[in-house]
Each structure stands twice: as C-alpha cells, then as structure tokens.
C-alpha cells in the first residue's frame, strides 16, 4: 500500500529519497507490487516483448495499453500509476496526443502518462497534455521506440555531442511541465550531471547509481527473461521456480500422487 503522489516527485528529491518504480501489465502482478509498497507502478510499453513477446514495443497501441492499464488499476487501487504513450500515440497534433492520453487517465485511471522524447520537437506534445492537466513523465537516452533510428538498443549519450544533447533535451523536459524523468542506458557520470541539474527526479534504468530513482521491467527483477541486459539484477530465479513447480505437478498427476483426499469433495450419491 503506498500514498504517492504526483507531488511526492519533487518531495522525495528535495528529502534525498529514492523514489521505486517497476513495471506491471496485469492484475497479479499490480497486487504484488502494491503490498511491497513500490512508489510508482509502471504500465510499459515494454508489454510488446514480455507480455506479446515481440521483438521491440513497435507494435504496441494504445488499445493494448488502456487494457493493461485498467488490469493494472484493478491490482493496485491505491497505487500511482504511469501509462506509457505508445509509439505513434503523441507523434502527429498535440490535440491527438491529449485525446490519446485522455483514454489512459479517463479510461485507464491512471495518473500519469510517460513519452519518450528524442528531438526537442516532440516537447510540444508535452506541454499540450500539461495544458490539459495530465501529469507527464518524460523519457530520454536509449529510448526504445527510436530503435530504428538508434540501429537496434545501443547506450546513448557516449560521445560529447550525444551526450550534450541528451542533457538539453532533459532540461527542455524540465522547463515544458514534465513532473520526473526516467534516464534509459547512458553512462553513469552522464546521468549524474543530469540529475544534479534538474529540479525534477530522475529515475534511472541502465544510468547508474545517482539517479533519484531506479525502475526495473517487473519480468527482469523476478528471472522470468532469459538472458536480460546488463543492467538488470534478477532477485529470484522464478523461471527456475515455476518450471520445476510445473514439472513437480506434471509427476504427481502421472503418478497419482495429486490430488489428494484433502483436495476433494466429500458427498452422497442416492
Ligand atoms: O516500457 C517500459 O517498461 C519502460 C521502462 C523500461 C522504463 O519504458
């Protein structure tokens, strides 16, 4: 169970508090989330790898991400939670970007939307949904809707130039309304003159130790992804776990062994 809100971004900066966001696509898992008290629960896009099992998010629509957003508010009705904007959802008239965005508040519950912002022209969109009143979390780095552009998922921000950049769109993110930002996959001292900079959170995914919060795929921190990236710490082996359950469960029906008395019912045929 947990209390936070939209405000608690710049409160848990200004107390040097490390705000917890990790990824959630369903029910179950939201529940799980919400009674270990995670800040910040987070409806990716990253649904199009581990929950459709594509190879990106390019395929992801704001269809798919109402859906999980409303299983995920079920899970989690006291939570905060963020929608992510899909590709193509904020990218033609800031009017479409708010009516999209409206689905995910009006329709989804949730508080907050996330863009991923790699060119200072999409701000825009930004400020167009802070006019209408819809908290906004931005995103930048490896932001993975760019990976054509990128030429597959690369650290970003490694040369002077990219690195430049980076730091200018996060401060434009700033200046246009965005409440946090989450930095993905550029080197650590990068992170740290960004997070020193704003105002506002950064919340970090492969971008170090001084960000002002850390965010994890929920299917990387339990083991369920074979081989995650370099960045991820798994804190349970649960594909480890399940598959011997199953494997478990499989021998004991063989066997006779399941069900037992204690699993059936009891009654009288006349
Ligand atoms: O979609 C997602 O899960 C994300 C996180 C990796 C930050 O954007």
């Known amino acids: 169970m947990t209390d936070f809100s939209i405000k608690d971004f710049s409160n848990f900066k200004s107390m040097q508090k490390k705000i917890t966001m990790v990824t959630a696509y369903d029910y179950t898992s939201a529940q799980i989330l919400e009674s270990a008290a995670i800040d910040t629960i987070l409806v990716g896009d990253s649904l199009g790898m581990v929950i459709q099992g594509k190879q990106n998010t390019m395929e992801v629509t704001i269809e798919d991400i109402l859906y999980h957003t409303k299983s995920v508010r079920t899970g989690a009705p006291n939570s905060f939670i963020i929608a992510d904007m899909p590709y193509l959802s904020y990218h033609f008239s800031p009017n479409d970007t708010i009516k999209n965005a409206a689905k995910l508040i009006c329709h989804g519950a949730a508080n907050a939307v996330k863009l991923e912002i790699n060119h200072m022209a999409a701000i825009e969109h930004i400020k167009a949904l802070i006019s209408a009143q819809i908290p ?135």
């Open 136 to 270: 906004v979390i931005g995103h930048i780095g490896m932001t993975p809707q760019s990976v054509n552009m990128f030429g597959g998922f690369k650290v970003q921000g490694k040369t002077n130039n990219e690195a430049l950049h980076i730091l200018e769109l996060a401060k434009e993110v700033e200046r246009s309304g965005a409440s946090a930002i989450v930095l993905e996959c550029i080197p650590a001292h990068l992170a740290e003159e960004i997070t020193e900079t704003l105002t506002i959170p950064t919340i970090g995914i492969g971008a170090g130790n001084s960000c002002d919060g850390q965010v994890l795929v929920f299917h990387d921190l339990i083991g369920l992804t074979d081989s995650p990236p370099k960045f991820v710490k798994s804190y349970c082996n649960a594909k480890e776990i399940l598959t011997q359950s199953i494997e478990t469960f499989a021998n004991e029906v063989m066997n006779g062994i399941f069900p037992e008395v204690k699993h059936s019912f009891t009654g009288t045929i006349k």
